[in-house]
């Protein structure tokens, strides 16, 4: 069976090489892999399948195995270097024990009396299921928290992954094209939705790992997605956040466009919140804290009177991830710490609303950490759209 992986083995070997180094660095022998991000990352593994109990290990000698179930089996030969012999399966049945057969495969690999890291912040571990991974290992091996181990170094992207990024912000641009496009009065939101997703699709995308966010009158000033569609009115507003994806790579944005006559509160909204997402992007630059990119957040914001509008964090990492969010580790908010560093892609959101008027105003979009700064990956204009 024919590999079917996005990067050359080599990157994909000198991940796990690093992944190795990490964890000789922190006194791990191995480490127990639950998120699907992580999988992808190490292996080109590639499936939804980590809704059931999976786990990839990864030896600080580099040796690896999986455990999944049999649907996953075909689907780690065709997307994944692991080889073959190395993917094992557990099978359906009532009493399935696929904690005590990962134990088993763990003996086999020497690691009793051994220290391992496990990622226990993973949507593929759900607590049930770290409950039982934890009593199985008890008296067996040291278990440690290393849920960032891999986190961390996939937050500085390779030159191929920043390409996909690249991509994914094209087709980002594509589908907010079939937005303004189609956000007129008597227009169902429907429409607009599959107008949007068929622009990235059509450009040879993947499906977000969140539901694209959409919302008109009073549901605009929503920033989470909801059930039911909408008829768009005369005068009306539609927040719309939303992504282009490209092998699993994200590249969101976030836009309120207005029908009809705008409120005044719409026009001075609109235009803080594009002076604050410029002083965030200008904020983003290598050997800074990436709080600080919050803080020029919340200076401009606060300046122009909107501080009572915004929220606590503004943004957060992007790259490669899985159901059920787009929204990668770091967060952008007061007090972050971690540095920026060339490579690092970030999706930055002045996210406004005025509850009391109900008056909606939203514009974000990503951006790559340079040598000297940071660049926007999306090229649509920031002018207010007002249809």
Known sequence: MSLHIHFTEEELADRRRRACDAMRRDGLDGLLVFRQESMYWLTGYDTFGYVWFQCL????????????????????????????????????????????????????????????????????????????????????????DASFLVSRLRLVKSPAELDYARKAAELADASWDEAVRLAKPGAFEGDILAAMQAAVFSGGGDDPANETIIGSGPGALMCRYYTGRRT???????????????????????????????????ISMHAAARDALLACEDAL?????????????????????????????????????????WMDWPMLYHGNPVIAEPGMTFFIHMILFDSANNLAMTLARTSVVTETGSEPLSKASLDLVVN
């Open 232 to 266: 768009l009115e005369a005068q009306d507003q539609l927040t719309l956040e939303f992504a282009g994806v490209y092998r699993h790579y994200h590249a969101a944005m976030m836009r309120t466009i207005v029908l009809g006559e705008p409120d005044p509160g719409h």
């Open 57 to 144: 290990y990864l030896g600080a000698d580099g040796e690896m195995f999986l455990l999944t179930r049999v649907p996953d089996l075909r689907q780690a030969q065709f997307t994944s270097v692991i080889p073959h012999d190395r993917i094992h399966t557990w099978k359906d049945r009532e009493g399935a024990d696929p904690v005590g057969e990962l134990k088993a495969l763990l003996e086999t690999e020497g690691c009793r009396g051994k220290k391992l890291g496990v990622e226990w912040e993973s949507y593929g571990l759900n607590a049930r299921n770290g409950f039982m991974v934890r009593d199985a290992m008890d008296g067996f091996a040291t278990l440690e």
């Open 285 to 325: 630059r290598p050997g800074s804290p990436v709080g600080e990119v919050f803080d020029a957040h919340a200076r401009v914001l606060d300046a122009a009177g909107m501080g009572k509008f915004r929220l606590n964090a503004c943004g957060y990492s992007q790259g490669t991830t899985y159901a059920p969010n």
